[in-house]
């Protein structure tokens, strides 16, 4: 008879998101006049840079030629896509990464979960709270956990507390732990964290030879120049640190699909024999078994994010998220709420008033303004009492939304 894998079972009941367009839906059917706007998840709306765009035609067109047709790609990711990001996101910013410890891949949120196939299943695994979901889910999957518990945190977690208490900056554990999840800017609240902070981290990972999965999904965001964009630029982390990045934030890839996760060829864990193993090593064959590489269209198009056109372009796509992030800022305070984030992030992370929970906040915004965010609570225990609003939208759509809620809701 087969069986099943039980730890999916321990899963709570519903993935977040979808959740959040259960209830969604259910209001539009009943109030089909309503023009909801969905500030909630974090997929971009602008178009892609047309640098992209025109260079993935330009790869198009020579797959119907049969000289310049491709295959199968490497695994690893085209040798010219790998050099230009290792120049211009890590070299140039003083980071010891060469292009063959650079991994492309169709997306960070999949990396962050397969990472786990090369570690074993007794490491002490350390998240933040809030946290982005997939983080513990996949570990849940992995069977790396215990049963959930009443709060929402599950057995085997160490959960580090993200709140205002410490700034929102992710809080280091007296406890030793393994495998650390670390994202800034962040995903929910938009918090940064500063190269003191990052340095204590490493000097901690380091000391405990732990690891350190670092999401810099978002350090396009980064306006501040004392900010860190990669957790590489704190000395002795190609030691400790496996680096995540993704072109869906920056570029507007969610629907492209390219990423990437660094390596380093210096990082090292412990098999059961107590023996060092490269990581480098390990990560190259799960990819090389498992994953047949990112097309060759979508890789043309990833590296005209980094010609001189791409990158005005870019920069204009990151400034125009980047303005709305601060019209929501200012117009929730104007309505009287106290906000965060928002300012070298995407995210804007609101306390609920009055006392209300997360998700009675989201219903109050969804049935008194139409108006669609992430409940806090669905990022963590520590996300009780706040909510999440994204400045992925348009424009206008942003606008409307404030609108809508400086002049109905009265907190």
């Not at 959960?159 to 929910?188: R, S």
């Amino acid at each position: 008879m087969a069986t099943i894998n039980d730890n999916y079972l321990k899963l709570k009941a519903g993935y977040l998101f979808p959740e959040i367009a259960r209830r969604v839906n259910a209001f539009a059917q009943a109030n089909a006049d309503a023009k909801i706007i969905k500030l909630g998840i974090g997929d971009v709306t602008e178009p892609l840079p047309q640098a992209c765009v025109r260079a993935m035609i330009r790869a198009t067109e020579e797959m119907g030629d049969r000289e310049t047709f491709k295959g199968y790609g490497p695994e690893q990711g085209y040798a010219w896509l790998r050099e230009k990001i290792a120049h211009h996101d890590f070299q140039a910013r003083g980071c010891e990464i060469d292009p063959d410890e650079i991994f492309i891949s169709d997306g960070s949120k999949c990396d962050t979960g397969n990472i786990l196939e090369i570690f074993g299943n007794n490491n002490t695994i350390a998240v933040t709270d809030p946290v982005y979901p997939v983080y513990v889910d996949t570990n849940v999957m992995a069977g790396n956990t215990g049963d959930v518990k009443k709060n929402g945190e599950y057995e085997g977690l160490v959960y580090l507390p993200i709140t205002a208490a410490n700034n929102f900056t992710a809080q280091i554990p007296d406890e030793k732990v393994d495998l650390i999840y670390l994202c800034f800017p962040n995903n929910p609240t938009g918090a940064t964290a500063s190269k003191e902070h990052l340095q204590a981290w490493v000097d901690y990972a380091q000391a405990n030879n732990s690891i350190i999965f670092f999401d810099a999904a978002y350090e396009a965001y980064i306006t501040d120049s004392s900010i860190p964009h990669s957790i590489y630029e704190i000395e002795g982390a190609r030691n400790c640190a496996i680096e995540f990045r993704s072109f869906s934030k920056n570029a507007g890839f969610t629907g492209t699909r390219c990423a990437l996760t660094v390596v380093p060829k210096t990082l090292t864990a412990k098999a059961d024999d107590g023996s060092d193993v490269e990581l480098w090593k390990l990560w190259n064959r799960r990819q090389s078994t498992k994953f047949n590489g990112v097309s060759y269209i979508v890789q043309r198009g990833a590296e005209a994010v980094y010609s001189q056109e791409g990158k005005e372009q870019i920069q204009q796509l990151i400034s125009f998220y980047l303005e709305n992030a601060k019209i929501i800022r200012e117009k929730l305070t104007a309505a009287g709420l106290q906000v965060n984030g928002g300012i070298n992030a995407p995210y804007v992370w609101v306390k609920t008033p009055n006392e209300l929970s997360s998700w009675d906040f989201f219903d109050k915004l969804l049935n008194t303004c139409n108006v669609v965010g992430t409940p806090g609570s669905g990022f963590g225990a520590a996300g009780e009492g706040y909510f999440r609003i994204s400045a992925f939208n348009s424009r206008k759509n942003v606008e409307e939304a404030m609108k809508r809620i400086t002049e109905k809701f009265k907190v």
